[in-house]
């Protein structure tokens, strides 16, 4: 089954405004992560957050994971034009050598 | 100093030709991947290898075909292209096998190449 389905699919919003947007999974993992891509680019590591934690942050990064409901929410605050992106998480399974990566959350911050 | 690269960054060719995309890290990691992105974004798993040796294969048509020369380089060889290879192909790469397994394998990209297959 597919790890990591993002909802909502499409956020559009204001400089300045914050963007929240998740992921649910179906397995048990060992750690979520949450990369973005840029157009035209390839992925670029956010952060990490494993099973045992509850909310991780790093500069304008907010994520939080709850294992009993398999999901994840990324929250940026204060959003900007550069933040303009499709945000992706993936799972990491223990032993599994992989990560599978959801389907993507459009993010459009209008100046 | 780009740690992922790939070449080419677009490539436009005639079904049923035979292409190879070249993928390098400057990272000293010991794990490469390559992705396939389809054109909602979607991103599949091709192939994993840890040291020159394959770890991933997944289902894959035999058209398909990696090759790790050294631990700093993967190439995908394309047989046979078909319309439905059209997508974006990433290159990855992640620290080692063990950290991988331990899940601290956070993945660096290269920046992708375009294949179009006409």
């Known amino acids: 089954s597919q790890q990591g389905e993002e909802d909502p699919q499409a956020l559009s919003i204001q400089e300045g405004e914050n963007a929240t947007m998740n992921c649910s999974y179906k397995?048990?993992?060992?750690?979520l992560q949450w990369y973005r891509q840029n157009s035209g680019r390839g992925l670029v590591h956010l952060i990490l957050?494993?099973?045992?934690?509850r909310e991780k942050h790093s500069g304008r990064l907010r994520v939080t994971l709850d294992t009993s409901k398999k999901s994840s929410s990324l929250l940026i605050t204060a959003s900007r034009a550069a933040d303009t992106a499709s945000y992706f998480c993936?799972?990491?399974?223990?032993?599994?050598?992989?990560?599978?990566f959801g389907k993507g959350n459009q993010v459009v911050v209008i100046p | 100093d780009t740690a992922v690269s790939q070449t080419p960054k677009y490539l436009v060719t005639q079904m049923g030709n035979d292409k190879s995309i070249k993928c390098e890290q400057n990272l000293g990691h010991d794990t490469m991947y390559w992705y396939k992105q389809d054109s909602k974004k979607f991103l599949k798993i091709m192939f994993s290898?840890?040291?020159?040796?394959?770890?991933i294969n997944e289902t894959v048509p035999n058209r398909f075909s990696p090759k790790s020369p050294d631990k700093a380089h993967l190439n995908l060889h394309i047989n046979s292209l078909e319309l439905g290879d059209s997508a974006v192909y990433f290159c990855?790469?992640?620290?080692?096998?063990?950290?991988?397994?331990?899940?601290?394998?956070?993945?660096?990209f290269g920046p992708g190449t375009r294949l179009t297959v006409l």
């Open positions: 957050i494993r099973s045992n934690e």
């Open positions: 993936a799972t990491a399974v223990y032993g599994n050598n992989r990560l599978a």
């Open positions: 290898y840890n040291n020159k040796e394959l770890i």
């Open positions: 397995t048990s993992i060992n750690n």
């Open positions: 990855a790469s992640s620290q080692d096998l063990a950290r991988l397994a331990g899940g601290e394998n956070e993945q660096f």
